[in-house]
């Protein structure tokens, strides 16, 4: 494995730096300082919730040669695992729909071999669910006879999707959403941001601190409210602001993805305004009325049409789904002219 991108640059950090995991990091460190470890782990939760970063900081402190149980950041492990070039580290990741078999196979090759320098190899797919039937089989094969000296971690958002004789042979570690306050806390200190705009991104990620941090690399509340006014163009004029929107995303999945991670809580909150809920609950607390406004031509059953088509569509694009007919399907449903075509 040649690619450096697989080695995991640039994503090695101590366990201080992941606030609001102290219990998983605790374990973490417990299992290295005793040095006795699973064959493989598998870490699940929703998406984004920083479990690839996690596995990078747990690797990190089973290599660290100063500081035991965590990353030091300036031993020479530390420094290549920062850099992507310490030789006991390999992330196998998706390419196109699948994690590709000759990784699979290249990986388990090298899990035979005795670790270079480190002691133990640390392997992680992500996501693991993207395993082809042929290559789980294959991996399952090494748990039910591991190598002592390597591990895995596998990670995914969909645990259901993991063969069970391969969960079964895991130590599971879950990932749960952190408090909005806890996310707000390192929004503001990571990216500078003002305690109300730490706060209104918390909520719109869920209290997922990997979405947080892709969202804030933008101007997501310019971006956000750009949302709102597509919605109240969609429900007043229709397809052209649609088509206008998939073309725009045209060739980016990444900006297909990132309109609907502000569509799904806006779609969501218009639909807990319909219903009556407490505003308490919106994720958009600062958009009510701009919410509230732009949705009222829909009915809460296309509300909840578009919330669910936009979820599957947003894990759609991630299985290489066409970005343009993604935001097409979420949207046209709401235009007059095709819900008066379905009437
Ligand atoms: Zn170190």
Not at 55 to 80: K, L, M, T
Not at 81 to 90: A, E, H
Not at 103 to 109: D, N, P, Y
Request: contains cysteine; charged residues 25%.
């Amino acid at each position: 494995m040649q690619a450096e991108c697989r080695r995991g640059a640039g994503q090695a950090v101590p366990f201080s730096d992941f606030p609001g995991y102290e219990q998983v990091t605790q374990v973490f460190r417990r299992i290295v300082s005793r040095g006795t470890y699973h064959p493989a782990y598998l870490f699940h939760g929703p998406s984004q919730m920083g479990k690839r970063r996690l596995a990078a900081a747990f690797a990190s402190a089973i290599f660290c040669r100063e500081v035991e149980g965590d990353f030091c950041g300036h031993c020479s492990a530390c420094r290549r695992m920062t850099s992507g070039t310490f030789p006991d580290y390999r992330l196998i990741k998706q390419e196109g729909a699948f994690i590709k078999i000759e990784h699979t196979r290249e990986m388990i090759g090298e899990a035979a071999i005795q670790p270079h320098e480190a002691p133990k190899k640390v392997f992680v797919l992500d996501p693991a669910d993207r395993m082809r039937i042929e290559a789980a089989n294959s991996l399952l094969k090494v748990l039910e006879e591991p190598f002592p000296f390597s591990i895995f971690i596998l990670i995914t958002s969909s645990p259901h999707a993991i063969l069970p004789t391969i969960e079964s042979r895991c130590q599971k570690i879950r990932f749960s959403p952190l408090p909005y306050e806890t996310v707000a806390a390192q929004l503001m200190e990571a990216h500078a941001l003002e305690p109300s705009a730490a706060e209104t991104l918390a909520r719109l990620c869920g209290g997922r601190p990997g979405l947080a941090e892709e969202l804030a690399k933008g101007d997501f509340l310019a971006e956000r409210d750009k949302v709102i006014e597509v919605l109240a163009s969609v429900g007043a004029d229709g397809e052209l602001e649609v088509f206008r929107v998939s073309h725009q995303v045209r060739g980016s999945r990444d900006a297909a993805q990132r309109f609907f991670q502000l569509l799904i809580p806006v779609l969501r909150d218009a639909l807990l305004l319909r219903q009556g809920g407490d505003p308490k609950g919106l994720l958009n607390q600062d958009r009510q009325e701009e919410v509230r406004s732009a949705t009222k031509k829909f009915t809460p059953e296309e509300l909840l049409a578009a919330w669910q088509d936009a979820t599957e569509c947003s894990w759609n694009l991630l299985q290489n789904a066409s970005a343009p007919t993604q935001i097409e399907r979420v949207l046209l449903q709401l235009c007059p002219v095709e819900k008066a075509r379905a009437r």
